[in-house]
């Protein structure tokens, strides 16, 4: 256990980079998860995300290099000028400093807002509106754009969405499994199972009853070699108050 709390605290600032991506997941149909979005500098995909409202995409606190988002494709080969929006505003929740310590989650403020409707291929995603405590096994998703097989994280990410299923791990287990976690996470998937996420594309959520309900945070970095530790995601249940301050009001709160 003592290893594997130092490990963690020294591979969270390669994952902090890189973020993670979809193991044995499958490509995600095309009017499914209408509210993910790529987050990327330079054109380059470097996380994922979701749309939360007409003008904030949610992603992970650590994915820094956050110049444009991409939505209303799960096909990034398709992403045109049209789908592209600018950053306009970076709101990191205060008290992150590094994954290690949690509060691994941002707020996107676009440069422009987006156009919804029934007919319009860009959806948002609903947020909980209380204090989650989901149950054990409980299956939920997770959706990315990174590389689909072990050890090949560094090659580049796959154009089409891939989607997973993932059970919830209980919360004490996963925290026995690591060693030490963050307060206000959620652990679901890779743990006894051979999927999960890996490096590639955090950011992304974990979607539970048709709700947002984490953000894939970190994992293990061991080159993906699933079954392995649970995956980690930020618990977005745990900062309501700061999600709905900053969504009302349309600016970083403070």
């Known amino acids: 256990i003592y290893g594997k709390t130092i490990f963690l605290s020294v591979f969270l600032h390669l994952f902090s980079a890189l973020g993670s991506e979809i193991i044995n997941g499958k490509k995600a149909e095309e009017k499914f998860m209408q509210y993910m979005a790529s987050v990327q500098d330079n054109k380059i995909h470097t996380c994922g995300g979701f749309l939360v409202s007409e003008d904030f995409v949610m992603t992970a606190a650590h994915c820094l290099k956050s110049l444009s988002v991409v939505l209303g494709t799960h096909d990034l080969k398709k992403a045109n000028k ?55 096994n409980k299956i939920c998703s997770v959706a990315g754009w990174g590389p689909t097989e072990p050890r090949k994280h560094r090659s580049g990410y796959v154009n089409e969405l891939q989607v997973l299923n993932v ?26 199972a051979k999927s999960g996420i890996c490096q590639g594309d955090s950011g992304g959520p ?29 618990d977005i249940s745990q900062f309501l108050p700061w999600i709905t301050d900053i969504l009302k009001k349309k600016k970083c709160k403070g």
Request: net charge positive.
């Open 82 to 136: 049209k789908m592209r929006y600018g950053v306009k505003m970076m709101c990191k929740h205060p008290a992150f400093k590094e994954v290690a310590n949690g509060n691994d989650i941002m707020l996107l403020k676009l440069s422009k807002k987006v156009s919804l409707g029934d007919k319009k291929p860009i959806k948002l995603i609903p947020l909980p509106i209380q204090k989650l405590n989901l149950k054990e």
């Open 167 to 192: 059970p919830i791990i209980n919360k004490d287990e996963c925290q026995k499994v690591w060693g030490q976690i963050p307060k206000n996470v959620i652990c679901a998937g890779g743990y006894k």
């Open 206 to 234: 974990l979607v539970c009853n048709k709700l947002a309900v984490g953000i894939v945070s970190f994992n293990n970095g061991n080159g993906c070699k699933y079954p392995d530790v649970p995956n980690v995601y930020t």
